[in-house]
Structure formats: structure tokens, C-alpha cells
């Protein structure tokens, strides 16, 4: 269930996670600007429990996705400084925000990518799962409104591995559900359009399904990457 409430839009002000910016150039001798938004890198793990079959992904209520499905109906203080907020949004509003992810998180401190994806394993899945058993598989950067990179791993892990039930950081407000995807539903899933997922999930299912140990040997691929 997620309870929606006292919803508004209005301006950003200071954000730990994001700064809009404008750069000002010459491109072949033109002036230009190109406006864009610093974010944090960030790393992802596709997770795959040997145990059950089945890949971990994490289920969480995306409030950014709201304005972009609701525009004309989420009152702005951008636009009415006399607006009031949504006292309680409609269920059916609050789920259309709901989205499948790979784990993921920010790269905030100064330690090695590889040691901040097993931190978010642990944090939002629930499992310790050891260095060697992560494998990086590539990295790409957003393009347009940010330049930041995503750097993306693969994690086999065992029922074994369980510590605890996950679930994010709590202090910083997350609010996370453990999802298990069976790998025989997880083609269907990847082009399922009426659940909301970002192209990283389905890149790396892709991935996943053309380098799997059962059919091109998946950690041949993934060997002679660094972590």
C-alpha cells in the first residue's frame, strides 16, 4: 500500500543529490549553452539467487514519476503560489509511481565501486554477499541533462546469504520491497510496458540473457573485467 499524502510541486531550493547548472561554450566558433543537472554516479547489480531461480530486483514508490504522468492534476506552487497540495492522492495515482529496479546506489563516498555495490546489496536486498562473487560487466553515462556514469555488476547469491530483510536506509527514507522475478517469467517481464522499470533493468536482463552461464558462458564474458 502506499498512502500518498499533502502532495505539492515547488522549487528545488539546496539538494544533497542534485544542482542545476547552465554551461556556456563556443562550438566551432558559436556561442552556445547547454543547461544540465550534476547527479552523483552510481552503481547497479543485477542479482540472481541461485537458490530459488529467480533475480532480485527492488520495488519502490518513484515520486518523480507523478508529475510526469498527473502534470495538469499536482498543484504547483511554480505556477499558483496560492495552491494547496493534494491531501491524499488516489491509490490507484500512488501505484502508477511504483517501479521494478535493479539494486542501486549513488557513489557518495571514497571507497571502491565494487565495495559500494555489496554495501547496497546488503542495505536494500538483504544479502552479504563477498567481493568475488561481484562481477563487473560495463559502465555508461547519462547523456543530455546529466553526464554522470552508471556503473553496472552481476552477483550470483545463495538463500545462505540472507542477513536480513533489506528494505533501504530508512534514515534517508527509503522504503524498499524485496522482488523476486522466477527466470522463466523474466523475458515477459522486461517487455511488459504496464510495469515501470528503467532501461539499465532491461540492458542488463538483456545482457544477462545473451552471456548466462546456461547458454554462452556468462563468466567468460565477465572475467577480464576490472572491479
Given at each position: 500500500?502506499?498512502?500518498?499524502?499533502?502532495?505539492?510541486?515547488?522549487?528545488?531550493?539546496n539538494?544533497?543529490?542534485?544542482?542545476?547548472?547552465?554551461?556556456?561554450?563556443?562550438?566551432?566558433?558559436?556561442?552556445?549553452?547547454?543547461?544540465?543537472?550534476?547527479?552523483?554516479?552510481?552503481?547497479?547489480i543485477l542479482?540472481?539467487?541461485?537458490?530459488?531461480?529467480?533475480?532480485?530486483?527492488?520495488?519502490?514508490?518513484?515520486?518523480?514519476?507523478?508529475?510526469?504522468?498527473?502534470?495538469?492534476?499536482?498543484?504547483?506552487?511554480?505556477?499558483?503560489?496560492?495552491?494547496?497540495?493534494?491531501?491524499?492522492?488516489?491509490?490507484?495515482?500512488?501505484?502508477?509511481?511504483?517501479?521494478?529496479?535493479?539494486?542501486?546506489?549513488?557513489?557518495?563516498?571514497?571507497?571502491?565501486?565494487i565495495?559500494?555495490?555489496?554495501?547496497?546489496?546488503?542495505?536494500?536486498?538483504?544479502?552479504?554477499?563477498?567481493?568475488?562473487?561481484i562481477?563487473?560487466v560495463?559502465?555508461?553515462r547519462?547523456?543530455?541533462?546529466?553526464?554522470?556514469?552508471?556503473?553496472?555488476?552481476?552477483?550470483?547469491?545463495?538463500?545462505?546469504?540472507?542477513?536480513?530483510?533489506?528494505?533501504?536506509?530508512?534514515?534517508?527514507?527509503?522504503?524498499?520491497?524485496?522482488?523476486?522475478?522466477?527466470?522463466?517469467?523474466?523475458?515477459?517481464?522486461?517487455?511488459?510496458?504496464?510495469?515501470?522499470?528503467?532501461?539499465?533493468?532491461?540492458?542488463?536482463?538483456?545482457?544477462?540473457?545473451?552471456?548466462?552461464?546456461?547458454?554462452?558462458?556468462?563468466?567468460n564474458?565477465?572475467?577480464?573485467?576490472?572491479?
Amino acid at each position: 500500500m502506499n498512502n500518498v499524502q499533502d502532495l505539492i510541486i515547488g522549487p528545488c531550493g539546496n539538494s544533497a543529490f542534485v544542482k542545476p547548472c547552465r554551461l556556456s561554450f563556443k562550438h566551432n566558433g558559436k556561442p552556445r549553452q547547454w543547461d544540465y543537472i550534476i547527479m552523483h554516479d552510481s552503481v547497479s547489480i543485477l542479482l540472481f539467487n541461485t537458490t530459488r531461480q529467480a533475480f532480485i530486483l527492488v520495488k519502490q514508490l518513484r515520486p518523480v514519476i507523478l508529475p510526469y504522468l498527473y502534470k495538469d492534476k499536482i498543484p504547483s506552487l511554480l505556477n499558483n503560489q496560492d495552491a494547496q497540495p493534494i491531501r491524499e492522492l488516489p491509490t490507484n495515482m500512488a501505484d502508477a509511481a511504483i517501479t521494478y529496479e535493479l539494486c542501486s546506489g549513488i557513489v557518495d563516498k571514497d571507497a571502491p565501486l565494487i565495495k559500494i555495490a555489496q554495501d547496497e546489496i546488503l542495505e536494500e536486498c538483504g544479502y552479504s554477499i563477498p567481493e568475488e562473487n561481484i562481477h563487473r560487466v560495463t559502465s555508461g553515462r547519462r547523456v543530455g541533462t546529466a553526464g554522470c556514469k552508471q556503473t553496472l555488476y552481476y552477483a550470483e547469491c545463495t538463500d545462505d546469504m540472507i542477513v536480513s530483510t533489506g528494505g533501504g536506509n530508512e534514515s534517508e527514507g527509503e522504503m524498499i520491497d524485496v522482488y523476486y522475478l522466477p527466470l522463466e517469467e523474466a523475458r515477459e517481464f522486461i517487455f511488459n510496458e504496464s510495469l515501470t522499470k528503467p532501461y539499465g533493468l532491461i540492458m542488463a536482463f538483456l545482457w544477462f540473457f545473451q552471456y548466462s552461464p546456461h547458454l554462452n558462458g556468462i563468466h567468460n564474458a565477465i572475467s577480464s573485467k576490472t572491479n
